[in-house]
């Protein structure tokens, strides 16, 4: 009596891993994409709100603000003091050179644009400008 041995073969086990791992390597390029946009958001929501305590600490001790958009961080200052530096996520980098905004103790502004381009294939304008009662508006805007 011969004993019939049930199992894959060779072509199958390879025909199954070579699938297996095409899928996993689509999920990892879908998932780096998600990923990278995810940091370009935080990123933009932490500069809006950093700007804004900025100006407020500077209003409030009568000081400048310096906004200073460098190669590869933003750096903000009150005075003399540096506050807070936001380093730029990978996918990000400002199209112009150094810029720096400065913002008087009493709030009056320049309105300014930075403009960034992002791997993921979008660039954002990002707007400075004086609004209604000292407020200011910072807006991003995807072009595709």
């Not at 060779?10 to 689509?26: D, G, N």
């Not at 001790?61 to 200073?68: E, F, G, L, S």
């Not at 540096?82 to 990978?90: A, E, H, Q, W």
Request: aromatic letters at 14%; a positive charge; hydrophobic letters at 35%.
């Amino acid at each position: 009596m011969i004993m019939k041995v049930h199992g894959f073969t060779l072509v199958e086990v390879t025909l199954t891993l070579f699938i297996a791992t095409c899928i996993f390597l689509f999920g990892i390029g879908l998932g780096t994409h998600t990923l990278a946009s995810l940091q370009e958001k935080l990123f933009f929501n932490e500069l809006r709100q950093t700007w804004f305590a900025t100006i407020y600490q500077g209003e409030q001790q009568k000081q400048y603000t310096w906004i200073q958009f460098e190669k590869k961080q933003v750096k903000f200052s009150v005075g003399q003091k540096t506050l807070k530096i936001l380093v730029y996520p990978r996918s990000l980098t400002p199209t112009t050179d150094h810029q720096e905004l400065s913002v008087s103790g009493l709030g009056s502004l320049s309105p300014t644009t930075e403009t960034f381009t992002s791997t993921l294939g979008k660039e954002y304008q990002v707007h400075f400008q004086l609004g209604y009662g000292t407020q200011y508006r910072v807006e991003e805007y995807a072009k595709r």
